[in-house]
């Protein structure tokens, strides 16, 4: 068993989702940071000073200033700001990932729409398939330069 697994574990397309598993949480880090230190700021300005991470429903009524607040006093909350830092992290980041979906695809089309260059040819007496480059037909001993 320990063999079969072992066996399992070492083809390349099981590393390579480890791989890309690692990468993409890594990546998924970076894109929070981005909205939430970056791009929420300034959009929280245009909108008056609001911060999205502070924006949240008090169902314990007892009217708490802040979200740490709410949270130190152990009361429920509904923190629907912080969810809509999520779905704007998880637009992101499915956009990021359609780019590159959409480049890794177009690279693979070139790749399958290159020409085969030809390199033989039919005789124009036998019909027998012979080298680009050559001037006699092996099959049927025809001049091919005459041709």
């Known amino acids: 068993m320990l063999k079969e697994f072992k066996e399992f574990a070492m083809r390349g397309n099981v590393l390579d989702m480890a791989v890309g598993i690692i990468i993409g949480g890594a990546f998924g880090k970076i894109i929070s940071s981005f909205v939430g230190d970056v791009l929420m700021p300034p959009i929280g300005l245009l909108l008056g000073r609001l911060d999205f991470s502070n924006l ?3 169902l314990s009524g007892q009217g708490h200033a802040s979200l740490a607040a709410a949270k130190a006093a152990g009361a429920a909350t509904i923190n629907y700001g912080v969810f809509l830092n999520t779905v704007i992290d998880f637009v992101i980041v499915a956009f990021a990932i359609f780019l590159l979906i959409r480049q890794v695809n177009r690279l693979k089309r070139k790749e399958e729409a ?34």
């Not at 012979?130 to 041709?147: G, Q």
């Open 56 to 58: 949240f429903l008090d």
């Open 114 to 147: 290159a020409p085969a260059v030809p390199t033989t040819k039919d005789c124009p007496y036998c019909a027998t398939a012979i080298p680009i480059k050559a001037v006699r037909c092996p099959s049927c001993t025809s001049d091919l330069k005459a041709a």
